[in-house]
């Protein structure tokens, strides 16, 4: 894994690192408003091009890859809807094609989920919410197999998105209690989420735990 000094930078260079002038990315549009952002405007400004398509959706995801397709984006679960996707067949369809993947799992942590025993190529973390757990850092992680690693540590030290020492210590110490937070918050979770989903003036509850989802 590589550290970053904040979430976006992790994505970001994670991205830049994969892609070149001429490549094109796929993102599933359900996500971070700010990677969609990053993704659709600022990587078109450097001959990057770029697919949406719906959460998911890896049938409309196979007609999106093109021959010069080198990176799909998508958040597992994302980040509002919490819609999940299929890692595995993700995972397959762009093995196949020798198209990478990289998934921002912020919203599951590493308790909840790893997409990496699952057949994706990089999985990046902001380390601002659940892994430092103390809303008192900015960091960012990505990780994966070392040679797609190594690209985005180099770049990481051209740009400078470097973690703060400090920071990194606030995050080691945090993630020690990563994962009784993380069972606790899962518990209140699906307790909100039931007693909302109940609730006669509430619509509609988005949560993976329930079985409406
Ligand atoms: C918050 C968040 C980010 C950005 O992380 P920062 O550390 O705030 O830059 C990226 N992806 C997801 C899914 C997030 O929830």
């Not at 890859?65 to 679960?77: D, I």
Request: proline content about 5%; glycine content about 8%.
């Amino acid at each position: 894994a590589v550290a970053f000094s904040s979430g976006m930078s992790a994505m970001t260079t994670a991205i830049l690192a994969l892609t070149k002038s001429g490549s094109h990315v796929v993102l599933f549009n359900d996500c971070y408003r700010r990677t969609r952002q990053f993704v659709s405007k600022v990587l078109d400004r450097f001959g990057v091009a770029s697919t949406l398509i719906p959460p998911g959706d890896l049938d409309a995801l196979a007609k999106a890859l093109r021959p010069e397709t080198r990176l799909v984006v998508s958040e597992a679960p994302t980040n509002p809807y919490q819609n999940v996707v299929d890692l595995r067949r993700l995972g397959k369809l762009c093995g196949e094609r020798n198209v990478k993947t990289l998934i921002d799992s912020t919203f599951a942590t590493p308790v909840n989920l790893r997409p990496g025993q699952h057949g994706i190529d990089l999985v990046a973390h902001s380390g601002t919410k659940y892994l430092s757990g103390h809303n008192d850092v900015l960091a960012g992680f990505v990780a994966g197999p070392s040679h797609l690693i190594s690209l985005l540590r180099e770049l990481r030290d051209v740009t400078g998105a470097i973690l703060d020492p400090h920071a990194a210590y606030l995050v080691l110490r945090g993630m020690k209690t990563l994962a009784v937070r993380v069972e606790q918050q899962n518990r209140s979770a699906l307790a909100l989420a039931k007693a909302l989903e109940a609730h006669p003036r509430v619509r509609r509850v988005w949560y993976p735990g329930l079985a409406s989802h």
